[in-house]
């Protein structure tokens, strides 16, 4: 299984990026998809999921409202849209695959078996 995010940059406050997370080597649609973000110094942190069928989203305090994951299992792809990016919002993003995860584990990121390599968001203020 490969997972490559991207999308990553260096963005103004107040401005958006698009993560996009490629998954290969595995049937994507039973999979729940994580994000999760690390900034330097600090704990990889739940930012977003999107459960199997892409109907249900779950999402940080920190970030909903701002945040909107979706996904397309026909492409195998997965999206993140970060709108009003602030800089509290400066880390690593990564998504992840997970095949056992319920609601209860949603936001653990042991729950999830596969990652990619994170992209980098910086958000200058």
């Known amino acids: 299984v490969q997972l490559q995010a991207s999308g990553g940059g260096v963005v103004q406050a107040g401005g958006s990026l698009r993560l996009s997370c490629a998954a290969s080597?595995?049937?994507?649609?039973?999979?729940?998809v994580g994000w999760f973000r690390q900034a330097p110094g600090k704990e990889r942190e739940f930012v977003s999921a999107i459960w199997r069928s892409g109907g249900n989203t779950y999402y940080a305090d920190s970030v909903k409202g701002r945040f909107t994951a979706s996904r397309d299992n026909a492409k195998t792809m997965v999206y993140l849209q970060m709108n009003n990016l602030q800089a509290e919002d400066t880390a690593v993003y990564f998504c992840?695959?997970?095949?056992?995860?319920?609601?209860?584990?949603?936001?653990?990121?042991?729950?999830?078996?596969?990652w990619g390599q994170g992209t980098q968001v910086t958000v200058s203020s």
């Open positions: 080597g595995r049937t994507f649609s039973r999979d729940t």
């Open positions: 992840a695959l997970g095949a056992r995860v319920i609601l209860s584990n949603i936001r653990n990121a042991g729950a999830y078996d596969y």
